[in-house]
């Protein structure tokens, strides 16, 4: 059975219900067992849980140093386009926004992965907006074979793939592939994506099933929180990595925490969710899933990413750009909008103009960060802490 079989027949309202409304002893129960439910879970994020927040705080920081040690693994996100074929009301790389796009060259995605590789980072996230013509398979492959040889950890967040279209990108040395479902509710999804591939909701939610088909050991998984209720949100996505717990068992699994940032477009949150429920949901997936890694990226605040590293998060981007190019300057000079897929150049005098080589704007970013720290402050701030930085997790000759 699938996870969108599964999902289908989960009582949601049910839990939702109880994440809503169970008492303080509830929660205290549900905390004390070994094994948690989706029951347990619903429990642990309500606003009794809340009340409980230092006590689970607690658990949480020590079973995260049971199972993870002091570490803090480093990612760095590398942006290789933002061309999209997609609609989606709260990303700033939409078709119909009219912002500044461009597509890295192999040699552009080697001088900003040297970059990163300079900063000390071995752990790579590939993003690109889902766009067939400018982002195809082949380009995908082929950006992965020149930088497999310096980057042991190569992860993916591009546009899903049949697992066939999947198995020459792990071939060529990608081992991650990260795909959020943005939100779980089905109407939210379908008001969300206007436009666009993307509108299949069952298609996304068994992407990470046919990435693991395909070969990657590592899943990353996640809604975007601020699109609907948090809690149910919360719900769904423990129920989805319970899910890949059990079906895809040889992976290693990672769930992010991501709010959604100011971005072009200029789309505002449909829902709150608050410092403390995020600080409230990071324990609660500690205390259900010990063994899953914890993602938090550079869209939290300085000062709320590091209060949140001792609760349980265990692996951070750092020093992050969000636009092609957005490290060294790579691929100014190609600048263009993009309108029914094909490339526009800027006129000479418009405002983003400026003469070749030179230009003065960079790509659009998908969306501002917050925590604008460089890697090397991030990293020593973690130091301070009492934490390793982790740069480098993973090795192809442990299992050559
Ligand atoms: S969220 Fe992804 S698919 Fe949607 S517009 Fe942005 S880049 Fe494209």
Not at 76 to 100: H, M, Q, T, W
Not at 211 to 235: N, Q
Not at 290 to 306: F, H, N, Q, W, Y
Not at 362 to 373: H, L, P, V, Y
Request: a neutral charge; hydrophobic letters at 40%.
């Amino acid at each position: 059975m699938s996870f969108v079989a599964e999902f289908n027949s989960l009582p949601l309202e049910s839990l939702v219900k109880r994440s809503q409304s169970a008492g303080v002893q509830a929660v205290r129960e549900s905390m004390a067992k070994t094994k948690l439910s989706l029951a347990d879970f619903a429990h642990l994020i309500s606003p009794a849980g809340g009340e409980l927040l230092e006590h689970m705080g607690r658990r949480s920081h020590a079973a995260t140093q049971q199972r993870f040690g002091k570490v803090i693994r480093l990612f760095a996100p590398l942006y290789l386009s933002n061309e999209c074929v997609n609609n989606c009301k709260y990303c700033g790389f939409s078709r119909d926004n009219s912002i500044l796009r461009v597509t890295l060259s192999l040699d552009e995605v080697k001088q900003e992965a040297d970059a990163l590789r300079g900063q000390g980072f071995r752990n790579l996230l590939l993003v690109a907006g889902e766009h067939p013509k400018f982002v195809s398979n082949n380009y995908l492959r082929d950006c992965i074979a020149v930088l497999h040889r310096d980057w042991p950890g190569i992860s993916l967040e591009v546009g899903p793939m049949e697992a066939a279209d999947y198995r020459p990108l792990v071939e060529a040395g990608a081992d991650g592939l990260v795909v959020y479902q943005e939100t779980y509710d089905r109407k939210v999804y379908a008001d969300m994506h206007t436009a666009g591939p993307k509108r299949n909701f069952d298609w996304r939610l068994e992407t990470p099933e046919r990435g693991y088909a395909a070969g990657f050991r590592r899943l990353g998984i996640s809604p975007l929180y601020g699109l609907a209720d948090w809690r149910y949100e919360a719900i769904s996505v423990a129920a989805h990595a319970d899910y890949l717990l059990r079906n895809c068992w040889k992976a290693q699994l990672t769930i992010s925490l991501p709010r959604l940032r100011p971005c072009a477009g200029e789309f505002q949150p449909l829902t709150h969710m608050s410092d403390r429920d995020l600080a409230q949901l990071v324990c609660a997936l500690r205390l259900m899933f010990p063994d899953i890694g914890l993602v938090l990226s550079t869209r939290e605040p300085a000062k709320l990413r590091d209060g949140l590293i001792p609760l349980g998060v265990t692996m951070m981007s750092a020093g992050s750009h969000t636009e092609p190019g957005g490290y060294t300057g790579a691929g100014k000079e190609k600048i263009h909008h993009t309108e029914r897929g094909r490339i526009v150049e800027l006129a000479s005098g418009a405002s983003e103009w400026a003469p070749q080589q030179n230009r003065a704007t960079n790509a659009t970013g998908q969306f501002n960060i917050a925590d604008e720290r460089s890697s090397q402050e991030v990293a020593e701030l973690i130091r301070r802490l009492g934490y390793e930085p982790v740069w480098k997790d993973w090795d192809a000759a442990l299992t050559a």
